[in-house]
């Protein structure tokens, strides 16, 4: 058995209990709610800080797979049965080892809850150095499955380009220091106009995160970008959703 296999059967591999907040995805075009992506969060509703920080190699393989389940099962729960509610979940990519191996536990409790599979979206952040190749093997595996794919915080990391030249995701999620103020500022405005064109032109949908203002949002929709998240639509629901429009 790999040691990761290994890893994730542990009992009590984690010091401190989590839990998952959930944020809206909205999509305007359709004036509804897309999804929701799961936050972690302390068992009281501690920011993610508190909890991410202690994850380190011996816990990461039980941790990454304990988020999924915690994400799935609450969001079975939480969202409308059969109604096409999306579930974006976080993955570390250096906590999979071997994509149909690690996926396993995921199928499981899916199946166990009845969440259909073609409403996750499983989400990474390129903002470390990473094997592009092995997270390419993890990202072309889950599409075959049948998840969607998403690349987070787009603009920010190291492989973002690279990356899309290789893989086309379902979604891919400007990173939010490009939103931040670009209602005022010419160059962020110029940037994400041809991120946006860029995308559409490949067949990928962008979602523009960390709308926080009328004004960016304003900005944005005048770009055509419809897909949303930020707290100007939404804060993070501790174990909950909240609703928009």
């Not at 900005?219 to 609703?243: C, D, I, N, S, W």
Request: with cysteine.
């Amino acid at each position: 058995m790999h040691n990761g296999c290994q890893a994730c059967q542990l009992e009590n591999g984690f010091p401190v209990p989590f839990s998952m907040a959930f944020q809206p995805i909205v999509d305007t075009r359709a004036a509804s709610i897309f999804g929701h992506e799961a936050l972690v969060r302390g068992i009281k509703g501690e920011g993610a800080g508190s909890v991410l920080s202690k994850v380190d190699a011996d816990n990461r393989y039980w941790f990454d797979q304990q988020c999924r389940v915690k994400a799935i099962e609450l969001a079975a729960r939480l969202f409308p049965a059969g109604g096409g509610t999306r579930l974006s979940i976080n993955f570390l990519p250096n906590a999979v080892y071997e994509p149909r191996a690690c996926i396993r536990k995921t199928l499981e409790t899916a199946e166990r809850v009845g969440f259909p599979l073609e409403d996750i979206i499983f989400e990474f952040t390129e903002n470390e150095r990473l094997d592009i190749d092995h997270v390419l093997k993890i990202l072309k595996t889950y599409k075959a499955i049948g998840f969607k794919t998403a690349i987070d915080d787009f603009g920010a990391g190291y492989a973002g380009l690279k990356l899309l030249a290789e893989f086309q995701p379902d979604i891919v999620k400007l990173d939010m220091d490009l939103i931040r103020g670009i209602d005022a500022d010419p160059a962020r405005r110029t940037i994400v106009r041809n991120i946006l064109a860029m995308l559409d032109d490949l067949g990928v949908t962008a979602l523009c995160e960390g709308v926080e203002t009328e004004a960016e949002f304003d900005t944005l929709r005048g770009m055509e970008a419809h897909l949303f998240q930020g707290y100007y639509f939404g804060k993070p629901v501790f174990e909950g959703v909240g609703a928009w429009g």
